[in-house]
T-cell receptor, first 114, second 113 residues
Framework: EAGVAQSPRYKIIEKRQSVAFWCNPISGHATLYWYQQILGQGPKLLIQFQNNGVVDDSQLPKDRFSAERLKGVDSTLKIQPAKLEDSAVYLC????????????FGPGTRLLVL | SQQGEEDPQALSIQEGENATMNCSYKTSINNLQWYRQNSGRGLVHLILIRSNEREKHSGRLRVTLDTSKKSSSLLITASRAADTASYFCATAPYRGGTYKYIFGTGTRLKVLA
């Protein structure tokens, strides 16, 4: 069974530029999560999708971050414009259902904003 | 704010020794999960313990849960160099009509060969 795929693996941009991350979850997983993990900290949930609908985006900085999940499968997370403090690893995860189920994580995208 | 707080923040042991790390949380839960993260890699699920369970084993892993104290512990027995990683607890309290995953701050374990 293929795992969660993410791309790119690394990205370096300058502040005020825009960037997009892509995630392909495990087939059949209805729930998809995007996390931000700053160096030395635990992952912080940014947004959670159930199929193609958003069920929680309370910690997503909506003035600069946006996310969508097309047809309930792939998802993209965008930052525009980026700030220095956005430097982090962005992790995508999926699970069969919300909350109660084990999450499967992708390798992450490491973003450096200069 | 983080639901889970792990301690210690860092732990260094010799290969073959046991490693114990603890997690405390704030609200009622249905289950608690432990994840491992190797340097530069994504998180891997280790074990899930439900609120009606007190102890669970998986290979060299032993997890306990004390809901009255809102705490959990992860014990790794006979540690190996490959166990070097960060370990996180995660809970998913039900808030605002959905389950919201919250990860702790992590314990960084180093196993010396």
């Amino acid at each position: 069974e293929a795992g969660v795929a993410q791309s790119p693996r690394y990205k370096i941009i300058e502040k005020r530029q825009s960037v997009a991350f892509w995630c392909n979850p495990i087939s059949g997983h209805a729930t998809l999560y995007w996390y931000q993990q700053i160096l030395g900290q635990g992952p912080k949930l940014l947004i959670q999708f159930q199929n193609n609908g958003v069920v929680d985006d309370s910690q997503l900085p909506k003035d600069r971050f946006s996310a969508e999940r097309l047809k309930g499968v792939d998802s993209t997370l965008k930052i525009q414009p980026a700030k220095l403090e956005d430097s982090a690893v962005y992790l995508c995860a999926s699970s069969l259902g919300p909350g109660q189920e084990t999450q499967y994580f992708g390798p992450g995208t490491r973003l450096l904003v200069l | 704010s983080q639901q889970g707080e792990e301690d210690p923040q860092a732990l260094s042991i010799q290969e073959g020794e046991n490693a114990t790390m603890n997690c405390s949380y704030k609200t009622s839960i249905n289950n608690l999960q432990w994840y491992r993260q190797n340097s530069g890699r994504g998180l891997v699920h280790l074990i899930l313990i439900r609120s009606n369970e007190r102890e669970k084993h998986s290979g060299r892993l032993r997890v306990t849960l004390d809901t009255s104290k809102k705490s959990s512990s992860l014990l790794i027995t006979a540690s190996r160099a490959a166990d070097t990683a960060s370990y996180f607890c995660a809970t998913a309290p039900y808030r605002g009509g959905t389950y919201k995953y919250i990860f702790g701050t992590g314990t960084r374990l180093k196993v010396l060969a």
